[in-house]
């Protein structure tokens, strides 16, 4: 199981871009890149996934370079309400029990 | 998406009492459901893996006595925290896994808080 870095936290003000990168240098060949958001008290909410190069949902973008060992979400002009804990997990299909990192605080600031 | 439900959101308790949380897939089958537990501050931790049928995985350190899980059928999953004593007070998170496979596909409860007085 891969296991992950992220910075501890994060702060930036409403309207900017924000971009958490998370390394992953031990990402096996056939692993995925998922991020999570959590709110206090509730569970995870599934964000985006990839496995290379750049997908791009509603919500944010993932930038995966080639050699997949680190990975950046880019959220998109945040709001306050985008003030979460981030989570960056690696794990390939099938593999459920992923090793959940401490996840990156981030704080929008007005 | 699919959609996970917990049950109690909050619940808190005498010391020595047992508490059940139930975990439903409303809209999906999940024949494998994950409980995790969350201290303040800190990042989940897998307690065990749950299967359809079958006796749950469960983690190392995890007392397989104390924290029952049943899952019965393909939409319940229930974490009974036996004896429960304060240092049992945690956020309790259940995750499902939808059909189409995929670790994007972990669908998550809103969490349950125990709190043992």
């Known amino acids: 199981l891969a296991k992950t870095t992220q910075p501890i936290s994060m702060d930036s003000y409403e309207g900017q871009e924000v971009n958490i990168t998370c390394s992953h240098n031990n990402i096996a060949t056939n692993d995925y890149i998922t991020w999570y958001q959590q709110f206090p008290s509730q569970g995870p909410r599934f964000i985006i996934q990839?496995?290379?190069?750049?997908v791009t949902n509603e919500v944010a973008s993932l930038f995966i370079p080639a050699d997949r060992k680190s990975s950046t979400l880019s959220l998109p002009r945040v709001s306050l309400s985008d003030t979460a804990v981030y989570y960056c997990l690696v794990g390939g299909p099938g593999n459920y029990q992923l090793i959940w990192g401490a996840g990156t605080k981030l704080i929008i600031k007005p | 998406g699919a959609v996970v439900s917990q049950h109690p959101s909050r619940v808190i308790c005498k010391s020595g009492t047992s508490v059940k949380i139930e975990c439903r897939s409303l809209d999906f089958q999940a024949t494998t459901m994950f409980w995790y537990r969350q201290f303040p501050k800190q990042s989940l931790m897998l307690m065990a893996t749950s299967n359809e049928g079958s006796k749950a995985t469960y983690e190392q350190g995890v007392e397989k006595d104390k924290f029952l899980i049943n899952h019965a059928s393909l939409t319940l999953s229930t974490l009974t925290v036996t004896s429960a004593h304060p240092e049992d007070s945690s956020f309790y998170i259940c995750?499902?896994?939808?059909?189409?496979?995929?670790?994007?596909?972990?669908?998550f409860g809103e969490g349950s808080r125990l709190t043992v007085l």
């Open positions: 990839g496995y290379k190069t750049k």
């Open positions: 995750s499902a896994r939808g059909a189409s496979g995929g670790i994007g596909e972990l669908f």
